[in-house]
């Protein structure tokens, strides 16, 4: 099994700054993408930053310039850093990583979550 371990979020007032680390860990052959996610209440989840193997990176057009996702192979952990944060940043966000796992012996995709950390936002 893949495990997908969230540290970082919380409270902070607009204009602050905060970084959510992500860590995979279990069965993993090899990572295909690792991102976040982020759902606010009463709205569908949304993709906040991708980051794929080849290191190509993707933004929701909402966080372009104010968030960086970046990624330590050696410790399959994928880090975002938040900057500039606004109340509409407010959500649950969620860790998602894509990829090859073993299974005795034998190899299959995997698509595994986090269990979510709350940002909150005031303004």
């Known amino acids: 099994q893949v495990q997908l371990v969230e540290s970082g979020g919380g409270l902070v007032q607009a204009g602050g700054s905060l970084r959510l680390s992500c860590a995979a860990s279990?069965?993993?052959?090899?990572?295909?993408?690792m991102g976040w996610y982020r759902q606010a209440p009463g709205k569908q989840r949304e993709l906040v930053a991708g980051?794929?193997?080849?290191?190509?990176?993707n933004y929701a057009g909402s966080v372009k310039g104010r968030f960086t996702i970046s990624r330590d192979n050696a410790k399959n952990t994928v880090y975002l850093q938040m900057n500039a944060l606004k109340p509409e940043d407010t959500a649950v966000y969620y860790c998602n990583s894509r990829g090859v796992k073993s299974d005795y012996d034998r190899l299959y995709e995997y698509d595994a979550w986090g269990q979510g950390t709350q940002v909150t936002v005031s303004s």
């Open positions: 980051l794929s193997s080849s290191g190509i990176t």
């Open positions: 279990g069965s993993i052959v090899s990572i295909r993408s």
